[in-house]
């Protein structure tokens, strides 16, 4: 894995190669091994590697033989030995064994279609010197990023924030209000948004070209997912189709050239592909696991239980308050405010399994494939409550229960049904979206203050995710979630965690379960298959019957997170308090004091339990004091 950048200077101006070099130098964390540039008078081209495949020749940047293309690449190829053979066939020949070079030659073959044709994790850039143009690509799924910056002048780009700052003082640093909501509302800054209002995203499946003669981006979108065409088969054929799929993803993500091993936390999804990489190698693996000092977080012993099944190198580590002593750390490796909290559990697990493999696989991507999350099921017991029951007696009755119910996060489970009745009063997206908000529209109304809200103009979040639960080509209200998430909440806070973290310690990731063959696989499988009555996952945990015992299979769902709402209470009550409620701070040109206290004496009586609001407001103020203020 590696981390790329490059100056584009439109106006003609000359790179200069120590700005270069200082950018390059921020990501020195991507790519540890070796560091490399290529400049052609007003075009510049940075690497960082860290080397994975082909030790000896892969260095980057990479040229063709007439020096004419060049390329910065940041991810893996799992298919370019096939392609590799298919380009030599047409004529094509190749001075080193990397993937970096079969995508030159697949782009001297195709052109921008080349992208097209290839399986796996990426971003890169392609300078054509003769049509003096800058071709930048990221994969289907979001899982390596790429971030860029164009004031008409000068094009930047980088595989972070990070080196587009180091350009220089021209980078202003405005912050985007409309992003700040985002956040606000979701915990991570979703689509082409960053926080910074110059510097955007290049969003996933998409690809962006630009050149003297044309100097205005031109942005692709070059692969989408469907839902439309569904199987016919048995259950019994569905499960060994499921298998085999499963072992091909699996083993095709086993090239390289240094040691590799697997993140195990003791769930359906990363004990599934240690369960194959166990089948696939010889000798055996070795799994790295997390765990915290709250038992009720912690996985541990359901990770060892299939670390003894099939006999692991098996390590672990227990995260504990202390945790926060890194933030300044996660702040710098993160670049924007980014409030998923299990980003320090990520970051821990990575060290620790850093120590032991440069690469390793994990299990992300399950839940989307295949229905995971238990919010999935609420989704669809409310949506069979909408159908049965009309919508004017429906709404006026729920808004009612919702309004009244008590928020009694100190109950039983089974007792907090205000969120539901709050849900069934919504039509069917505004009650998903509000199930996936860290802060509802309703709610983000009463802690905003006027001002910050009449600077939005009437600007709602809600129009992020809307737009691809209509797109979705799936009338079925899952295929619809699941597509609204694969397109938000996986490439922009699932797989920026894990990037980011994964590269904070020069460990390379990957992502089996969100190989585009195989997510295009996952999508035929009808919902009823995935999502059975109030089983979860049904159909995938029937096929890991043989692979898995029924305590790792038909246990609880326990979530990758920290137990923030006892620690805000007990050992971080005091440094929470500091940054919320200090003088002159960020947050108290946005938030309105008065409900932050309230909601913060309601989170410490423990009746209400605002850990992860309050954890979003921390960060974001944590952030401000070390990128705009310091």
Known sequence: MCGITGIFHIDGKPVNRNVLAEMNSTMSHRGPDESGFFIDNFFGLGHRRLSIIDLSTGKQPMCNEDESIWIAFNGEIFNFMELKHQLESNGHRFKTNSDTEVIIHLY?????????????????????????????????????????????????????????????????????????????TFGFIPGEKSIFKHIRKLESAHTLSISKSLPVPKITEYWDISFADKTDVTEHQLIEQILEHLKNTVQSHLISDVPLGSFLSGGIDSSAVAAMMATIVKDPIKTCSIGFDHQNFSELPYAREVAKLYKTDHSEYIVTPDALNILDTILYYYDEPFADTSALPSYYLSKMTREKVTVALSGDGGDENFAGYRRYIFDLFENRVRAIMPKFVRKPFFSMLGAVYPKADWLPQVFRAKTTFQNLALDPFDAYFSSVSVYPEIFLKKILNRDFLASLDGYSSQGIMKKYFEKADSDHPLDKIIYTE??????????????????ANSLEVRVPLLDHKFMEFAATIPAEKKLNGFSTKYIFKKALEKFLPDTILYRKKQGFEMPIDGWIRKELKNPFHDVLFADNSFISNIIDKTYLEKIWQQHQSGVKLYGNNLWLIFILESWHKKYISK
């Open 486 to 503: 694969i397109k938000t909440l996986l490439p922009d806070d699932y797989l920026v965690k894990v990037d980011r973290a994964s590269m």
């Open 108 to 184: 001297e073959q195709y052109g921008d279609r080349s992208v097209e044709k290839l399986q796996g994790m990426f971003a890169f850039a392609l300078w054509d010197k003769n049509q003096q143009k800058l071709f930048i690509a990221r994969d289907r799924i979001g899982i390596k990023p790429l971030y860029y910056f164009f004031d008409g002048r000068v094009f930047l780009f980088g595989s972070e924030i990070k080196p587009i700052l180091a350009y220089g003082k021209n980078i202003p640093l405005d912050m985007d209000y409309q992003a700040i909501h985002d956040y606000l």
